[in-house]
């Protein structure tokens, strides 16, 4: 276990990603064990001035935690992925001020996108964050906001032990918090702008028997969207038992989650420069895209066709009923840490995830009419391709076509209507099973000057997605709605294709720190990657019902095996005040075992392309180089204390892979056809990069915290994409922004979706009962489409937090608070999540949330 060498570097090295610290510090912060399956002394629930700050231990890394009660000050029931994104280096967006919304969540963190990072909850694995869920759950799924004892977060590469077959550029890791070892009770109540109200409980045992405590929790939230009539939220519950006596301490762990998201709508933008055509559907690009939900009848008299098109005029942004996202979750786990003498101490957690839910959109027929035309008109294999309906053009007859007259084309449309429910109609489902469970171990032995440390993680993991597509009754619209599981209710109309994946993980990691003097720690060690995916899909879907195919989806088996991926750092403390610090670290990022649809090789277009992407492609890697100083002073006068770090990284992401939607219209615009994916490895990229962070203590009254970031992440080669659902990259740089003759110019093009520049600011004026904290949020210039051609705006968004605390002793709780949040103080406009365009001419991007304010009563008994 790494040694807390020095305390006051502990505190300096939580700017080791940057955050605000207030003036009473934990004197003797305690480590954090090097593996992330040890217990790392999480902060209790109820707020803590004293742990404002809890440091990690990882000194050779760029790393720093935030505790919960630093989280719930930036918003009570706030996503931990939300609430880093205070942190350099880091950006965190969403369409909701909590973060929940995962449709629309992006997360960067130094360049690197959210899938290809690690994230963990008390150790276990959370898999990559897809929204197509298939090998984990969020972390605000995982645990309630409330009960988080802290996040730690490693901006450069997350440690050999992390439980993750992603991280390529980091890891976040969410602790959950111990009992406490009083009887307690803790409540909170929020409410705020439309009509929102989270509730929140938990009740505390305090120690009892021979070391034994537990604590029991529960949350409601529910909120309607801001742009549309639904009702975001669910229920949680969590459950803690920890038994901790001189052999050892066991921890049970249990979460439940129901949530509900119905989800916004992303707006599609063209770029006429880039070599678009300027027409009067590309030119209309509204601000948000509300549903229409639940005004059924409107959305199919007024906005669809009789033949269920939408409006031509919108083009692409056409308008659907509703799309939400339903997921429930049960996850466990039993810990036991055994200490086998003094110096020796052997971890052993076991676990269990099931997930069950559903994506579900419903909208035009004819918006999906290539879909579902195989499937429901009689004729279509008959019909020569020509005479088939294109995209928004049911009942349509082509120009071209002879084999039907205008009147038969009409009459199928109509008949296509009645199929589908009568209401031009209909809602498409992606359904969910995950049913994973594993064992993390590691065993640590201090030898005198040296910590050795060995462990493993192996997962199993069945999962399985179905596409399937529901009519929606006319006569009965309440049978599609966006609280409901359309299979609960009616019978599919067909299943389009399902995909059913097993997938084995194995991770070993061996570990040597070594306080080589009273000043030098080294660290040196490496891990396996090992991966065994299998994919299948027991239901194909009819040709022509999904772009880009060719024949059946393709199946098979990816074996990945990487058996030496080594790490070494240091530290050195120049003086009782400065401390340097470096790391080297290999990693790799397993291919995605997803089989309805995303950037995995079982959804290109063919079985060759599978067959050739299994025997000739190779997963995306990285070499992290990351180094800096750490330094904190204290001083005597109005300016009584300092904290500062500058940390630089470099970094080589060799055979970085991009899938290309063989329909990225219909995607872009929230288009739900679908499509196969044209798998590219797209080269190189490196990145170079500096975040800079200070913390100024003016007593214990007022501190202010700023940290800067730069990241340049630039493409080493353009690529070119075939369509037999491979491509690569060309080793050449041709220059300019068109794509010619298939080759598509990327090579010096900076990295898009992730800004260059970025700057966060906390200002927290604390007078004892009253606190105010202002928060800003500076997002620089970010480029959409890989090509460089397009990009938006930057913006500066600034959030306001008062709060009152009731003085101690004047009421018989032991805390009384009451708290108002404001988000979006300015009610700024802009881009918040942005999703990458192709190299041809639009990308789509997610609105900011307008400014909300939330109340907050929060007691502990």
């Known amino acids: 276990m790494i040694k807390s060498y020095v305390s006051t570097f502990a505190l300096a090295a939580s700017l080791a990603a940057g955050l605000p610290l207030t003036a009473a510090h934990a004197e003797t912060a305690p480590p954090t064990p090097a593996a992330p399956i040890a217990d790392p002394a999480p902060a209790p629930a109820e707020d803590d001035a004293a742990e404002a700050i809890v440091v990690t231990a990882k000194a050779t890394r760029s790393a720093t935690a935030l505790p919960g009660s630093e989280m719930q000050k930036i918003l009570p029931g706030i996503s931990p992925l939300k609430a880093i994104q205070t942190l350099p280096g880091v950006l965190y967006i969403t369409a909701d001020p909590w973060g929940y919304n995962e449709q629309n969540a992006q997360i960067f963190i130094h360049g690197f996108s959210g899938q290809q990072l690690g994230y963990t909850m008390d150790g276990l694995p959370l898999g990559d964050q897809s929204y197509g869920n298939y090998n984990g759950l969020s972390p605000q799924r995982a645990v309630i906001s409330e009960n988080v004892g802290r996040v730690i977060v490693s901006t450069g590469a997350g440690d050999l032990a992390t439980a993750s077959n992603s991280n390529l550029g980091g890891t976040v890791e969410t602790y959950s918090s111990d009992p406490l070892k009083t009887f307690g009770i803790q409540a909170a109540q929020t409410v705020g702008s439309y009509s929102t109200s989270r509730s929140f409980v938990r009740i505390d045992s305090g120690t009892f028997g021979n070391g034994n405590a537990a604590y029991v929790s529960a949350a409601r939230q529910d909120a309607r969207a801001w742009d549309f009539n639904g009702k975001q939220g669910g229920y949680q519950v969590n459950a803690k038992f920890v038994h901790d006596d001189g052999i050892g301490k066991l921890t049970a762990y249990f979460d439940y989650n129901d949530m509900t998201q119905p989800n916004e709508d ?34 199919r008299t007024s906005y669809l066709s009789a033949q269920g098109n939408s409006p031509a005029a919108v083009g692409s942004n056409y308008r659907n009923y509703y799309s939400d996202a339903q997921r429930t979750d049960f996850l466990g786990y039993l810990r036991y840490d055994a200490h086998l003498s003094s110096n020796v101490t052997w971890s052993t957690t076991g676990y269990y995830h099931h997930n069950d839910g559903a994506g579900v959109v419903a909208g035009p027929l004819g918006q999906s009419i290539t879909t579902i035309q195989p499937y429901l008109d009689p004729g279509y294999a008959s019909l020569p391709t020509n005479c088939r309906f294109g995209a928004n053009s049911n009942g349509v007859a082509p120009a071209a076509c002879t084999a039907r007259t205008t009147a038969q084309q009409s009459a199928a449309g109509a008949a296509l209507v009645a199929a589908t429910g009568g209401s031009g109609l209909v809602t498409r489902t992606t359904e969910y099973r995950i049913d994973r469970g594993g064992v993390i171990s590691a065993i640590n032995a201090k030898l005198g000057a040296h910590t050795i440390e060995f462990g493993g993680w192996f997962e199993r993991n069945s999962t399985t997605q179905w596409r399937r597509w529901y009519g929606v009754s006319v006569t009965n619209p309440d049978s599609s709605t966006p609280y409901i599981r359309p299979l ?27 306080q080589a003097t009273d000043r030098l720690l080294l660290q040196a060690g490496f891990k396996t990657s090992a991966q065994w995916a299998d994919g299948r899909f027991p239901v194909q879907p009819v040709l022509g019902s999904l772009s880009g195919l060719t024949g059946g989806l393709p199946q098979g088996r990816i074996n990945t095996l990487r058996w030496f991926l080594p790490s070494a750092g240091a530290t050195y403390d120049l003086t009782r005040n400065e401390q340097l610090y470096f790391n080297v670290q290999k990693n790799l990022r397993q291919y995605q075992a997803y089989l309805a649809g995303g950037g995995g090789p079982w959804f290109t277009g063919s079985q060759a392309a599978f067959d050739a992407f299994a025997r000739e492609g190779k997963p995306e890697s990285s070499w992290t180089y990351e180094g800096g100083v750490r330094s904190h002073r204290s001083f005597d006068g109005v300016l009584s204390g300092l904290e500062a770090q500058v940390n630089y990284y470099h970094v080589v992401f060799n055979n970085r892979l991009l899938a290309i939607s063989t329909n990225p219209g219909g995607i872009a615009g929230g288009g739900i056809t679908g499509g196969t994916s044209i798998l590219v490895n797209v080269g190189a990229v490196h990145t170079d990069g500096v975040d800079a962070a200070f913390t100024l203590h003016f007593g214990r009254v007022f501190s202010l915290y700023n940290a800067a970031s730069y990241n340049l992440s630039k ?22 922004y068109l794509v010619t003759a298939g080759v598509v110019p990327t090579c010096g093009k900076q990295l898009p979706g992730t800004p260059k520049w970025m700057n966060k600011t906390v200002a927290t004026l604390d007078l004892g009962p009253i606190e105010v904290q202002m928060i800003g949020d500076y997002v620089g210039r970010r480029f959409a489409t890989f090509t460089n ?12 937090r008062l709060a009152a605390k009731v003085p101690d002793g004047a009421t018989p709780l032991r805390k009384l608070e009451v708290s108002l949040n404001v988000t979006n103080l300015f009610d700024k406009t802009g881009v918040s999540t942005l999703s990458i365009g192709s190299a041809t001419n639009s990308y789509s991007a997610y609105p900011i949330a307008p400014r909300q304010w939330f109340l907050t009563v929060s007691a502990a008994y």
């Open 266 to 299: 992303s707006t599609v933008f063209f770029k006429p420069s880039a070599g678009g055509t300027a027409t009067a559907v590309q030119l209309y690009t509204p601000y948000t895209k509300p549903f229409f939900y639940p005004d059924f009848t409107t959305y």
């Open 488 to 514: 609960d209710v009616a019978q599919p109309l067909f299943t389009q294709y399902q995909g059913e994946a097993r997938i084995n993980q194995l991770q070993l990691h061996l570990q040597d720190t070594w």
């Open 715 to 736: 493409y080493q080669s353009d690529y070119t994409s075939t369509a037999t659902g491979i491509g690569a990259a060309t080793g050449t740089c041709i220059g300019g």
């Open 789 to 800: 051609d397009a990009s938006v705006s930057s913006y500066f968004l600034t959030s306001l």
